[in-house]
């Protein structure tokens, strides 16, 4: 079955809103990654966060393991933030090391 | 630090050709990982190599596909007589495990088209 599941699968906002985007899973949680996949396909690190809470910015990764959720708020949201967000998460046991990966939010910013 | 390279960036091939895709981590990284990504089914593992030995391989297509890593510098996806299934993004990932923060860095991607 599907391990990761993101909500919502898109999102469009008025420059300056704010975004929280849902990344669930199902399996017991090794580390938690979150990717903005750029239109051009590349992708790139936002954060690694096993647990608890970072922030980059405008960005702020929250993980909480017992309840098997990571989400991703995005604080007054800009043109150039449009893209695919994807979280990705490594279980523990015998599937360490490979990421399972959501289906991704799609965001669009617009003015 | 140039990041994980990919090469081709993008290859198309006739169906029944060879692919072989190239990737070179970032220096230092133990660890290598293949990934593929299409519309239908988002982003897959495929592989993954550590300090060049292969730990799991449970993602790979059993017939036609292969990856080595001959050297910590670089790791081939090798793809035999291709199919138009096998059109998808190919990504390659590194990490240093063992820092306590196992970030996995993407390349480019290479986008395979098999007419």
């Known amino acids: 079955g599907q391990q990761v599941q993101q909500s919502p699968a898109s999102l469009v906002l008025q420059e300056g809103e704010n975004a929280e985007l849902q990344c669930n899973f199902s399996?017991?949680?090794?580390?938690m990654q979150w990717f903005y996949q750029r239109p051009e396909g590349s992708l790139v690190s936002l954060f690694y966060n096993p647990s608890g809470t970072k922030q980059s910015g405008r960005l702020t990764s929250t993980t909480v393991i017992k309840e098997r959720r990571s989400s991703l708020h995005i604080s007054s949201s800009q043109i150039t933030d449009s893209g695919t967000y994807l979280c990705a998460m490594e279980s523990r046991g015998s599937a360490l090391g490979r990421l399972h990966f959501g289906a991704g939010t799609q965001l669009i910013v617009i003015p | 630090n140039a990041g994980v390279i990919q090469t081709p960036r993008h290859k198309v091939t006739g169906k029944g050709q060879e692919a072989t895709l190239w990737c070179e981590p970032i220096s230092g990284h133990s660890a290598v990982f293949w990934y593929r990504q299409t519309i239908v089914q988002g982003l897959e593992f495929l592989t993954y190599f550590r300090n060049q030995a292969p730990i799991d391989d449970s993602g790979m297509p059993k017939e036609r596909f292969s990856a080595q890593m001959p050297n910590q510098s670089h790791s081939t996806l090798k793809i035999q007589s291709t199919q138009p299934q096998d059109s998808a993004v190919y990504l390659c990932?590194?990490?240093?495990?063992?820092?306590?923060?196992?970030?996995?860095?993407f390349g480019p991607g290479t986008r395979l088209l098999v007419l």
């Open positions: 990932a590194s990490s240093h495990p063992g820092t306590g923060e196992d970030t996995q860095y």
């Open positions: 399996t017991s949680l090794n580390s």
